[in-house]
T-cell receptor, first 114, second 113 residues
């Protein structure tokens, strides 16, 4: 079965420390992978996407993600967290044969503390 | 360029009433999607339009939900009659024919009481 799993529902970091949000998917084929962010009272915004070019993808606001086929993972990282990064983050997948339908992970709430 | 616009931003209705949500996609985007997030759950796909045609409506929960996209422009999602379990945030997204990147609206928060 095709699925996407975000391993942590909540992550808390101190400002200036690294961020790691984990995502794994289950699929027989390499899917298209995305990270979206939702700030409070805002819509979903695309952070970055992987579509079989470079395995290390750079996104907006200093975020990046690495596609690791052997581990079926697409973890999101940022070297130094900022207060403005506090939001909910979604790992999203388009599975092969699924049209353009997005399948969402359950979301990770990122809290950034002083 | 205007983004995806959803109206209303919030709606509170009584069980049994009818509600219609509207989505205006980015101009020129052929693909239009509806998604829903019920409290505490993940965001789930409802349906996909390509222009005015329903490409995939496999996520529609039941026949109380009716989506239309007249003329291939804006779309409406009507819930009739609304039930308590329909409460949640309804998102609309659009994308161009050649690009998988979907642009989302801010969502409509529906509360059925």
């Amino acid at each position: 079965a095709q699925s996407v799993t975000q391993l942590d529902s909540h992550v808390s970091v101190s400002e200036g420390t690294p961020v790691l949000l984990r995502c794994n998917y289950s699929s027989s084929y390499s899917p298209s992978l995305f990270w979206y962010v939702q700030h409070p009272n805002k819509g979903l915004q695309l952070l970055l996407k992987y579509t079989s070019a470079a395995t290390l993808v750079k996104g907006i606001n200093g975020f990046e993600a690495e596609f690791k086929k052997s581990e079926t993972s697409f973890h999101l990282t940022k070297p130094s967290a900022h207060m403005s990064d506090a939001a909910e983050y979604f790992c999203v997948v388009i599975f092969t044969g699924g049209g353009n339908k997005l399948t969402f992970g359950t979301g990770t709430q990122l809290k950034v503390e002083l | 360029e205007a983004g995806v616009t959803q109206f209303p931003s919030h709606s509170v209705i009584e069980k049994g009433q009818t509600v219609t949500l509207r989505c205006d996609p980015i101009s020129g985007h052929d693909n239009l999607y509806w998604y829903r997030r019920v409290m505490g759950k993940e965001i789930k796909f409802l349906l996909h339009f390509v222009k005015e045609s329903k490409q995939d409506e496999s996520g529609m929960p039941n026949n109380r939900f009716l989506a239309e996209r007249t003329g291939g422009t804006y779309s409406t999602l009507k819930v009739q009659p609304a039930e308590l379990e329909d409460s949640g945030v309804y998102f609309c997204a659009s994308s161009s024919r050649m690009n998988t990147e979907a642009f989302f609206g801010q969502g409509t928060r529906l509360t059925v009481v």
